[in-house]
């Protein structure tokens, strides 16, 4: 075995099954495997499939395909050999077995079901611990709704780091979660309370009851009590690892770290793939990895191919919000009369929960079929916008997307993977958040940072057809658009040097690491 000191720290990498939150841990799992950690990635219900794996190019980089090469000539030593590019790629385990989904997802799946891996996880480890072929696990960076795995750390006598997939600016709020309980804000029972305004975060602006993340607004339902459970059990974590950048959110940051809730807290994002931090024009002529050569001839890139640059407003709420069809209907409406191009993602409630990985129930099934006859657009829309808008089905390659040279605007739920992606290509951003932490995104991209231009719902979160089309308008024609553009350039320089040898990101991940292998 290698005595190279980073060879030989082996992280295990336990993410929750949702790509939202897998994704990132995947990225991040190849940063750490290309500086030599050893890096054993848990596929947590074997949520992604190997498409995934390959789309983001986890086995082999060029460089290590060469490294593999030479060492395959010395046919000599070819124990050593295998042992070698063994270390070399990512070993990806399984853990559990996938469920069947019972209920309607609402904003995560698998809530229940993750909470009953405590005993497999432990298996799964004592296997790591007793085998030889690598060294033994150092620590274990696990998502931040898989609180029972601190006990597992503690098992094993090693310390959790808690990978926290949204902004620092939520951590705060996130860990505050038992306070708002002592305090009596939570539950939230008197819908004539939605607006009052939590003072007492620490660091965090005054913040509406509602804009709380939605599961925690019922109280009857298991997600409230695995919220509050998962917020209790990071306080018992190491650190944590945050998918954002310290210049996103340095007073956020700092003011967290000052409350000292918990010993380290590191920015280490934006997890992404490396073509997020190419220039427009290197982005555009990349190959950028599998997935970018097998999406060059996706219709809607196509599309995007014959509009002017800059021109193309995207609009997608990622990969589990789904609209009744009365607003979906209004959407369609708004984007009409707005007068501007755009590339719509249309899906259908069953059709999300697939597309994100989850195994559809009976009930999904049914309203699929309905759906299908039904129709999902209003009528004449398509003729009515034909030649400068574009109706994409069920899911779009978003990172080809917003690569794109066409692309100038993104009308998005405010998902944080979809965030950063919008903001690491200096894409300005229209903010129509629909569920979990969503609203607190809102808020963070439209008063903090002025990254977005808000799309104002009513009370019962519903936006008409013509605060579609003002919103639209805003952002391609006035002041308002350019105001938001110049910023989301700004952060999205400095994201770049974040990232880049020497940034804050890429020096918070070098400390992380010699911290272990100083060891
Ligand atoms: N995504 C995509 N195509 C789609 C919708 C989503 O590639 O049509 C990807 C998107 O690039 C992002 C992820 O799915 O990486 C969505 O994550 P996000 O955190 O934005 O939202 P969530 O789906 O978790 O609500």
């Known amino acids: 075995m290698s005595k190279n000191p980073i060879a030989l720290l082996h992280v295990i990498i336990l993410p929750y099954p949702a790509r939202g939150h897998s994704i990132p841990l995947l990225h991040f799992a190849k940063h750490l495997h290309s500086l030599g950690v050893t890096v054993t990635y848990v596929n947590v219900f074997n949520h992604l499939s190997k498409d ?58 698998y809530v229940r079901e993750v909470d009953t891996l405590v005993e497999a996880t432990e298996e799964m480890m004592e296997k790591l611990f007793a085998e030889n072929q690598a060294a033994p696990p150092a620590c274990l960076v696990s998502d931040m709704f898989l609180g029972w795995t601190q006990l597992v750390a503690n098992k094993f006598n090693i310390p959790r780091w808690v990978l926290y997939a949204s902004p620092c600016r939520n951590l705060a709020t996130f860990l505050h979660m038992p306070e708002l309980v002592i305090q009596g804000h939570l539950p939230h029972i008197d819908p004539s309370k939605d607006n009052f305004l939590v003072h007492d975060i620490p660091g965090v602006p005054p913040t509406r009851i509602i804009d709380l993340p939605s599961p925690i607004m019922d109280h009857t339902h298991y997600e409230y009590d695995f919220y509050l459970r998962n917020s209790a059990q990071m306080h018992e974590a190491t650190g944590v690892l945050i998918n954002t950048f310290y210049e996103l959110e340095p007073h956020y940051i700092d003011v967290l770290r000052k409350t000292d809730h918990l010993r380290w807290i590191l920015p280490v994002g934006p997890m992404l793939p490396p073509i997020y931090f190419m220039s427009s024009a290197a982005a555009a002529v990349s190959n950028g990895g599998a997935t970018q050569n097998k999406n060059n001839d996706h219709p809607c890139l196509q599309w995007m191919e014959k509009q002017p640059p800059a021109s193309v407003v995207f609009v997608s709420f990622g990969s589990v919000a789904a609209f009744s069809i009365p607003q979906l209907h209004d959407l369609a409406m708004g984007l009409q009369e707005s007068g501007q191009r755009f590339l719509f993602v249309v899906r259908r409630p069953a059709a999300a929960a697939a597309s994100s990985g989850e195994t559809m129930t009976e009930e999904d099934k049914d309203q699929l079929r309905r759906r299908v006859l039904e129709p999902l657009l209003p009528p004449e829309f398509t003729a009515h916008t034909e030649g400068r808008g574009f109706v994409q089905q069920d899911w779009a390659p978003q990172l080809s997307v917003l690569c794109h040279p066409a692309i100038a605007g993104f009308l998005t739920h405010c998902g944080w993977n979809s965030t950063l992606e919008s903001i690491c290509r200096g894409v ?27 799309v104002q719902q009513s009370s019962d979160r519903r936006v008409t057809k013509a605060e579609v089309a003002r919103a639209v308008k805003s952002l391609m024609t006035e002041d308002a658009g350019r105001v938001v553009r110049e910023n989301v350039e700004k952060l999205r320089d400095l994201a770049l040097k974040a990232v880049a040898k020497g940034g804050s990101s890429d020096n918070k991940v070098e400390e992380w690491i010699c911290r272990y292998c100083n060891k």
């Open 428 to 454: 300005p951003m229209l903010a129509w958040p629909i569920q979990a932490e969503q609203h607190m995104n809102c808020r963070f991209l439209v008063d903090d940072v002025k990254a977005a231009i808000e």
């Open 52 to 109: 995934v794996f390959d789309m983001v190019d986890i086995n082999a980089t060029e460089e290590e395909e060469e490294e593999e090469e030479e060492e395959k000539v010395d046919q000599d030593h070819s124990n050593r050999n295998r042992s070698k590019s063994r270390r070399r790629s990512i070993r990806v385990v399984q853990l559990g077995v996938p469920p069947v989904q019972t209920k309607p997802v609402r904003s995560l799946p």
